[in-house]
């Protein structure tokens, strides 16, 4: 008898749709969608400390109640327990007895994983914030975080082109201005005392997340480390001051730029140069966004061989400025309320005045000159800093001090050398970018 003629095939077919038939899809409620995506925005804008708009989110009370010193401890004791953020997760919205919304959004750090939790005053979409706080989830959170799809599945996957077993890599500890500083020395696996390769000690200033820069699930500047490594070329990373020692970030302490940055890369630089496995007479400094305003003091101050910059937008550190606060949606209102520059940069950045005033005295251009090394410029045209003005104000920056420049334009590649997609970056930090610095590094030439 043929399979579909047999009564308990029906049958069971029969049961299987009308199970199907009682199952019904949960409606997608807009409101709570749209919560859902604020919360997930003001938890990161407070990780960022981008304070001025974390607090336009909130209600009178929460901002009388949670002052910037709250918010700070709030910070100190995640960063302290958790290590560096590595993924900021989904939100998940749910409506409570009383009618508010609480939000929640898992973080991801190196040692733990917290919640952070997100009420809105009530289900509308100008509702505003009314509570905040973050704790630690536990075990049992994360998995069903992980099963809910608001954080990744465990992985760790290196970028296609990188064979893992021809990459060595290990922590450092790094001695920073402030404290010891996590640090990742990656290595071609032939590399040793009789075979020695060029170093990159990549500086990538204050607004980085981690030592692997962790972008979403993207791990950038881990990325280009281990695709220099697979072009004979080692590598130390290290994770920023601001973020291994929040409480000091803004403080009196940190009111230079040696603080803040050039004194924990020179530390790096030093500590690579020793390395028996490294060439200290051919070790290049890389800046990368915010650190290429920096990357030449420390290419100056350490006798680096080689000087690169990712992704420095303008020459001037003003426009610079004045464009991420643009791209962050803070400049306009700011403005209109009469608030200069530099303290509109110290409200959403939480450095302190006198950091961006040293860094708009800066002149890159006669910095790198007086480092007298070979230049390269890497530029990316998806970069939301980015105006194709900017290598013109290059040129005529370092021709004017006496400088000649390698440039070379990443075309559709955002800031962190990922190709543009049409469903956005790509996961990975572009192999070309990663043989292309391999091969000035060594050569102090771009390819053709």
Sequence with gaps: MPLLCRPRVWCALLACLACLASLRAEPVDPDLLDLEARGRNFVQLVLRKELLRARAEMSDR????????????????????????????????????????????????????????????????????????????????????????????????????????????????????????????????????????????????????????????????????????????????????????????????????????????????????????????????????????????????????????????????DTWLQRRLTDDGVEGAANLAGLPLIALAEKHFGLVGPLWMELRRQNVAKDIAAAGIPFALLFADADPLYDPADEQAWADAVRAAGVRAAVRTYERHDQWFRAMQPGGPDRYVAERLTDDLALFVQRHRLPE
Excluded at 67 to 80: C, K, M, N, V, Y
Excluded at 173 to 191: F, K, R
Excluded at 198 to 216: I, K, Y
Aim: hydrophobic share 50%; charged share 20%; proline share 9%.
């Design 62 to 317: 929460l901002r009388v109640a949670l002052s910037d010193e709250a918010l700070g401890r709030i910070l100190w004791d995640f960063h302290t327990a958790g290590g560096p953020l590595r993924e900021v997760g989904g939100a998940k919205a749910s409506v409570l007895p009383d009618g508010r919304v609480n939000v929640l959004v898992p973080l991801h750090a190196a040692r733990r994983t917290a919640l952070a939790e997100v009420v809105f005053e009530r289900k509308a979409p100008l509702a505003k914030v009314v509570a905040f706080q973050l704790n630690q989830a536990s075990a049992a959170d994360v998995a069903l975080f992980r099963e809910q799809g608001l954080l990744p599945r465990e992985d760790n996957d290196p970028p296609p082109y990188v064979e893992s077993a021809l990459v060595v890599e290990r922590p450092v500890a790094l001695p920073g201005s402030l404290g010891p500083l996590e640090a990742l020395l990656t290595l071609p696996a032939v590399a040793g005392p009789t075979v020695r390769v060029p170093g990159v000690v990549f500086v990538c200033g204050p607004d980085a997340a981690d030592a692997d820069g962790t972008v979403g699930r993207s791990r950038v500047v881990r990325d280009v480390a281990h695709g220099l490594a697979m072009n004979g070329v080692a590598a130390i990373r290290f994770t920023p001051a601001t973020v291994a020692w929040p409480d000091a970030f803004g403080a009196e302490k940190l009111t230079s730029l040696n603080d803040l940055v050039v004194i924990d890369a020179m530390a790096a630089t030093a500590l690579l140069a020793a390395h028996p496995a490294v060439d200290p007479a051919r070790v290049a400094i890389v800046g990368w966004g915010f650190g290429a305003y920096v990357a030449p003091d420390v290419a100056r101050a350490t006798g680096a061989g080689t000087l690169v910059l990712m992704a420095p937008a303008h020459p001037t550190f």
